[in-house]
C-alpha cells in the first residue's frame, strides 16, 4: 500500500482465493517486523512476525515473506475466508524495546 | 497470550471536559506501554511512550500539557485528554511489550472511541 490519508488501498479477492498484501518499510535498521489485523472498532490482533535474519515464515493459513535488500514485506493468506476482511497493517521496530511503526494499512474485503 | 485491556471502549464528553482512559496488562507486567491514536482511515500513530515510574515521551506534535499520561505501576497507565474539543475524536489504543525476552510482540488494547460533542 502506498497511499495514506483516507484512502485505504484496498484488495479485493474471492472467497477461496489466496490473498497477497503488500508493505513497504522505511527504516533499514528494523529488524523484527509484524503483521497485524484489525476489525472494524477494534484494537490490532496479532498475526505473525518475522525477524530481520530471516525471509520466509509460515503459520497457519498466513506465510510472510521478507525481502531487506528492497525493503519489503508480504503476507500471504491461503484460502481466504469470509472472516479474514479487515485492515492488515504491518509494522515495523528498529530497536529492542521501542514502539512499533505501522504502515499505512491494506483493507482486505472478501467477496462471496 | 498476554492481554491488555483498555477502558471505556467508547466514550461521548462535551467540550472543555476531560477524559481519562486505563490501560491494563492484565498477566504481565509492562514496564513501557504505548499510546496511540487512529483518525478513520488512517494508520496508528504514536503519540508517546509511558514509562513506569518516570515521565512520558511524547511524539513531535503531540502536546503533553493536553494528553496527560500517567504509569503509576507495572500494570497500568493512563491517558487523560484534558480540555477536549472536537478535533480530539478519535480512537485511542494502547498497546505493551513483554520486555526481556528479545524482541516479542505487542500486545493491543480494544481501543477506545472518544467523541467530543
Redesign the interface.
Known amino acids: 500500500g502506498e497511499s495514506?490519508?483516507?484512502?485505504?488501498p484496498t484488495l479485493s479477492v474471492q472467497e477461496g482465493d489466496n490473498s497477497i498484501i503488500n508493505c513497504a518499510y522505511s527504516n533499514s535498521a528494523s529488524?523484527?517486523f509484524?503483521w497485524?489485523k484489525q476489525e472494524s472498532?477494534?484494537?490490532?490482533?496479532?498475526i505473525i512476525?518475522i525477524?530481520s535474519n530471516m525471509d520466509k515464515r509460515q503459520g497457519q493459513r498466513v506465510t510472510v515473506l521478507l525481502n531487506k535488500t528492497v525493503k519489503h514485506l508480504s503476507l500471504q493468506i491461503a484460502a481466504t475466508q469470509p472472516g479474514d476482511s479487515a485492515v492488515y497493517?504491518c509494522?515495523e521496530?528498529p530497536n529492542?524495546?521501542?514502539?512499533?511503526?505501522?504502515?499505512?494499512?491494506t483493507r482486505l474485503s472478501v467477496l462471496p | 497470550?498476554a492481554v491488555?485491556s483498555?477502558h471505556p471502549s467508547r466514550v461521548i464528553c462535551k467540550s472543555g471536559t476531560s477524559v481519562k482512559i486505563e490501560c491494563r496488562s492484565l498477566d504481565f507486567q509492562a514496564t513501557?506501554m504505548?499510546w496511540?491514536r487512529q483518525f478513520?482511515?488512517?494508520?496508528?500513530?504514536?503519540m508517546a511512550?509511558s514509562n513506569e515510574g518516570s515521565k512520558a515521551t511524547y511524539e513531535q506534535g503531540v502536546e503533553k500539557d493536553k494528553f496527560l499520561i500517567n504509569h503509576a505501576s507495572l500494570t497500568l497507565s493512563t491517558l487523560t485528554v484534558t480540555s477536549a474539543h472536537p478535533e480530539d475524536s478519535s480512537?485511542y489504543?494502547c498497546?505493551a511489550?513483554v520486555?526481556g525476552q528479545?524482541?516479542t510482540?505487542?500486545?493491543?488494547?480494544?481501543?477506545t472511541?472518544l467523541t467530543v460533542v
Open positions: 495514506v490519508g483516507l484512502h485505504l529488524d523484527y509484524i497485524y472498532g477494534k484494537g490490532p490482533q496479532f512476525d525477524r497493517f509494522a521496530t529492542y524495546g521501542q514502539n512499533f511503526v505501522f504502515g499505512p494499512g | 497470550g491488555v483498555q513501557t504505548f496511540y478513520p482511515k488512517q494508520s496508528l500513530m504514536l511512550t480512537f489504543i498497546s511489550r520486555l528479545g524482541n510482540e505487542a500486545f493491543f488494547g480494544q481501543g472511541r
